[in-house]
């Protein structure tokens, strides 16, 4: 498998657009989970799914973000419209059965620039 | 939910040992300890886990104090490709809020010398 997969990997857009971040589990894992991180404020789970139904978003910042995984092979976190303190590396992780005992992988990352 | 406390920074010289502290006093007594670490521009990767017991990897060990109040991840021989943020996270039981709400603190920012 090729591990997780996010795209784009690197994202520079105008505060006021509409940016949406991707990322494909690794195959048959059953738990997705959306963080952000910057210098300030560290990792943050933002929100977390357990067979594609959303479980936790008590970390998501504000209604300008949503996050939907339509099924189990795709997630997305959309931010509309983006502002410049959503400047933050975004990581996506998947994980199989949950997090007490077994491993999570973590994709590489999209870094987002917002100006 | 169950916090862990872990110094900012640490430095170790190449080779030698690096003992990583991480104290966890109001753990639950099903909780499991998690140690990750963040290479420079990379995605957290796991490291080891544990429950009450001892816990040996290709990676590490894990010392858990028997109390569990504490843990320490040890590196045998630390290489310049430990050099790493370092994260000790407890995994809440099953049942509560927070199942399977993995917490990143700010972690130990290790250094590692030639």
């Known amino acids: 498998d090729a591990g997780v997969i996010q795209s784009p990997r690197h994202e520079v857009t105008e505060m006021g657009q509409e940016v949406t971040l991707r990322c494909k589990p690794i195959?048959?894992?059953?738990?997705l989970f959306w963080y952000r991180q910057t210098m300030m404020r560290g990792l943050e789970l933002l929100i977390y799914f357990n067979n594609n139904v959303p479980i936790d978003d008590s970390g998501m910042p504000e209604d300008r973000f949503s996050a939907k995984m339509p099924n189990a092979s795709f997630s997305t976190l959309k931010i509309q419209p983006s502002e410049p303190r959503d400047s933050a590396v975004y990581f996506c992780a998947s994980s199989l059965g949950s997090w007490r005992n077994t491993e999570a992988f973590f994709g590489q990352g999209t870094r987002l620039t917002v100006v | 939910d169950a916090k862990t406390t872990q110094p900012n920074s640490m430095e170790s010289n190449e080779e030698e040992p690096v003992h990583l502290p991480c104290n966890h006093s109001t753990i639950s007594g099903t909780d499991y300890i998690h140690w990750y670490r963040q290479l420079p521009s990379q995605g957290p990767e796991y490291v080891i886990h544990?429950?009450?017991s001892n816990v040996n990897n290709r990676m590490a060990s894990l010392a858990i104090a028997e109390d569990r109040k504490s843990s320490t991840l040890i590196l045998h021989r630390a290489t310049l490709r430990d050099a790493a943020v370092y994260y000790c996270?407890?995994?809440?039981?099953?049942?509560?809020?927070?199942?399977?709400?993995?917490?990143f603190g700010q972690g130990t920012i290790l250094t590692v010398h030639p």
């Open positions: 544990g429950l009450t």
């Open positions: 195959s048959g894992h059953d738990y």
């Open positions: 996270i407890l995994l809440a039981n099953a049942g509560g809020t927070s199942y399977g709400k993995l917490t």
